[in-house]
């Protein structure tokens, strides 16, 4: 719940009304946080993003730029239950997760890197106790 707190807070302290979730290694939602103002879709959008991330193990930027330049992996914009937007990032330390959690998910932001950067303000706020 810290870590999707974290976020959302980093989010707002830039403008923008996120939300944010949190999953497992399964891509089970462990805890989600919509800023007031935040869009509705935001909330299904930002797990759908974690879920993309912690099923691929991969950030969902990375996701979306093989998408754009290979066409043999334009398929997995179709995988159920992905949404290959950016804001989708892994957490890890080296190659392992990190815990019981395994990706946390961002929507809202006006782009998907902007997403992505609340996430990595986040991490890098609770680093100390993600490790």
Do not use: W
């Not at 944010?20 to 959008?45: C, F, I, K, Q, Y």
């Amino acid at each position: 719940m810290q870590l999707a707190q974290q976020t959302v807070a980093a989010c707002s302290a830039d403008g923008y009304n996120v939300s944010a979730s949190v999953v497992d290694r399964s891509g089970v939602l462990l805890a989600m946080v919509r800023a007031g103002g935040a869009g509705p879709h935001t909330a299904e959008a930002s797990r759908a993003k974690a879920f993309t991330s912690a099923s691929s193990r991969n950030p969902t930027s990375g996701i979306a730029k093989a998408i754009q330049s290979n066409p043999d992996a334009a398929g997995m914009a179709n995988i159920p239950g992905f949404l290959v937007l950016g804001g989708g990032v892994p957490l890890k330390t080296g190659n392992e997760t990190i815990g019981a959690i395994s990706a946390i998910g961002v929507a809202g932001a006006p782009g998907g890197y902007l997403d992505e950067a609340c996430v990595h303000k986040a991490i890098t706020a609770l680093k100390d106790q993600l490790q």
